[in-house]
């Protein structure tokens, strides 16, 4: 049947003359019967919007045609217009939506012709575009709305973009911000509010100049804001333009988006890598041995030669990254191959292992062949030995570094300080003091440098220092008892306090309830929550997932149990996959099983109940175990027995009470005339 055969009008039902030839009554029939010379002729309107159309009221049709058309009932006949008419009211709604968002996508896109209008009012140039692009929306929208489209397929339309200035998820918000706009003559208005006041002030920094500032603030000189305004104006003025103030500067500078575009031509690359980027954090090794850390530096003393020359000791070390003690160490005039194997060498022996893994820098000392081999030789054994890329991949030896020199370094004579690239203030002696260490009664020979490096060495690795925080770190990564024990909280409390809730009814063997317009169903397979059959239940979900729902108690708040989601599969056989089957099994396999525990629990009840058959009287026993008629009959007599038990014992009360002479009617007027004196 066709959309245009059936239409509804006021709760009534038409059809149109095709779909009754198409239900095989004749032509001829149809128009004699729907004549106006004809007494019993069938009502006919004209279409509301098509005045050729003509349409038949359906229950204007005598019951004698239906019979002999075998035409169905009006009732199916309005479901189905119904459902027709909401199917059709659906795409039309989906038609007007997306007829909305095509043309407002396209304004969307024009955004650039509004620039002018607020970049005036403001510096940022992500603001501006926002504002604009709010502008020629609500301009289209306005005029959409004079042309008949619907407020609601507008405020939909509206919601789709995520960058306009005024953003909102309410209806009834868009519709307040709307009526406004349509109120005003000019939507800027609106949108700024209170703004146009700061046209003055802003009036001259113009996208070119914000360009030009920032240029100068990213140079690598590190120029000030008068520096940066003396340039700025030397371009306006060529530009035959007004200056700037510092104000301007200053506002401008202090944006956070400017700070981060012109940070790494200010600051320098190694400034941004190692300040500003984010880095890895990692979990220091647990055991000793799995990692080895391997670097060099400068030991800041110095020395003599025999050319009478100043020189300082480069010393190189193997540190453990778990307890941070150096296990090996040499030293030379220069950073060198044989030294760097000399270290790990020492390492090894005092070890007498390898560890799982080596950290050295990129020195030249790494390079040789001599080197290479030892690497080779180790990973054969399954070193894994890298390379660091980074100084923070090899930050525990490079503080170690820093400790021997602060907290070791200083208590000795002859020590020159961190070295010139130290950014520590406190980091060298005073002019005066370096003076008179490097006079030369006070200057050592090498080998006593030497003895000084072993002696520095020795008081690290047995300090009490290094020592309390390897016992530190081993407490941290061991379990340590609490005094004060927390309160421990499973997934059902959790569920109950933090999750979201329903209230709904076990019925027909599950739970159902919607989320975001979708239905979830849980099927029951639990006695204890077959209890609460007919009975509302607090239901716990997560929204993220909906896998499992917790039930509580209602009145109590206890915990009922859980339920597991159920999917609904295909309900053609056809169209069901293996998967689908397996399934439809094993959740058939739950039923038939909790229907056995019913029926178990049923015969439980009757062997109980035969148990206490077994206590009662012999009589009773005797009359349960007889068949349906003698069963009967030796019922009714032992009623008659009692019957006639009974009238005796009245019959021998009447005499007693004969005897006393009591008055019973008289006894109740006086009782009767008390109450109602009371």
Known sequence: MEVQDLYLFDNRLFV????????????????????KNNKNSWKVVRHPSNNRCKLIEYNSIQKKYFELYK???AKKLEEKARRQEMKNKKESDEKSKLFVKNILDIEYD???????????????SEIIECYCKTHIIFQKCKELYELGTRLKDLY???????????????????CNKFKKIRERDSIDDVLIHGLKGRISNNKRISSDVIVEIKRHFSDSKRLNASHILERVNEYLIKSNRQRISISSIYKVISQPYVKIDCLEGRMGMKYVKYNILPHNHFIPPKNEGTVWFLDGTRLQFAYKDKKSKYKT?????????????ILGYSSDVSENTEMAIEAVKMACCKTSILPRELVQDRSPAHRSLKYERLISQAKLLGVLWRPCYNPRDNN????????????????IDGYLGDGIRSKNPVGKPAPEELERQLKEKNIRTREELEKVLEKLIFDYNNSKFRIDKEEKLNREQAYRKIEVEPISINSIDFASMFWEEKEIIVSKGSIVFKVEGRNYYYNIYKKEVLTYFNQKVRVCFNPDDLSNVFLFDLKTGNYIGSLERYIPRPKARIERSEADNLYIKSESKKGRQLAHELIIGVKNIKEQSKKQNVNLPPDIAILSSMKKRVLEDSEAD???????????????SRIVIKEELVDFEKLFKDMYKFNRDL
Not at 16 to 35: D, M, W
Not at 110 to 115: D, S
Not at 313 to 325: A, E, H, N, P
Request: charged share 25%.
């Open 156 to 174: 939909n339309a509206y919601s789709r973009y995520d960058d306009l200035i005024f953003q909102t998820q309410s209806y009834s918000a868009f």
């Open 110 to 124: 024009c955004w650039i012709e509004l620039k002018p209008l607020y970049e005036n009012l403001f510096i940022d």
């Open 71 to 73: 035409l169905p009932e």
């Open 396 to 411: 525990y030896v490079e503080r170690l570094f820093g400790v021997l020199q602060e907290r070791f370094c200083k208590t």
């Open 313 to 325: 000791l480069i010393f190189y070390v193997v540190v453990d990254g778990k307890s941070k003690k």
């Open 16 to 35: 149109s003359y095709s779909y009754l030839f198409k239900r095989g009554v004749s032509e001829q029939s149809v128009y004699n019967l729907t004549s």
């Open 638 to 652: 032992l009623t008659t027995n009692e019957i006639l038990n009974y009238k005796n014992i009245e019959k021998k």
